[in-house]
């Protein structure tokens, strides 16, 4: 079988490669943080491309577009995960730079998907 459907979408592309990234510093997280925020932020960016995954599947484009909105949400939150990061010392500001212009772009490459599900709607009326 060599159907890629999602795993072809930009956004996912980018999201699936922040949710790898955020596992990775969210490893370096105190202990005591465990059940706290590492399993916020974790939970949060994997939420990213599982909302992308369904809502593709979904085939409808209200269901799509309303998954694809979760989506952005997560990464908005794993942004908001990030700030307290920095704010308790967990990471430093050029790391919160970077991943916040991560976070940036998926959110960018979301809401372009968006825009396509509503351009292709009104296309179909």
């Known amino acids: 079988m060599n159907y890629k459907g999602y795993k072809e979408l930009e956004s996912y592309i980018k999201a699936r490669e922040l949710r790898i990234e955020i596992s990775e510093i969210a490893k370096h997280f105190p202990s005591t943080e465990k059940f706290l925020l ?3 932020i974790i939970r949060s960016s994997r939420s990213i491309t599982a909302n992308i995954a369904e809502g593709y599947g979904r085939y409808t484009y209200t269901d799509t577009k309303n ?11 794993t942004m908001e ?3 307290t ?5 967990f990471i430093t500001d050029e790391t919160l730079r970077i991943f916040e212009l991560k976070c940036e772009t998926v959110i960018k490459l979301i809401n372009g998907y968006i825009n396509y599900l ?3 709607k009104a296309i179909k009326k």
């Open 85 to 89: 990061a920095f704010d308790e010392k």
């Open 81 to 83: 995960h990030l700030t």
């Open 118 to 120: 509503d351009k292709s």
């Open 67 to 77: 998954f694809f909105i979760i989506a952005r949400g997560s990464a908005t939150e």
């Open 38 to 40: 590492t399993n916020q």
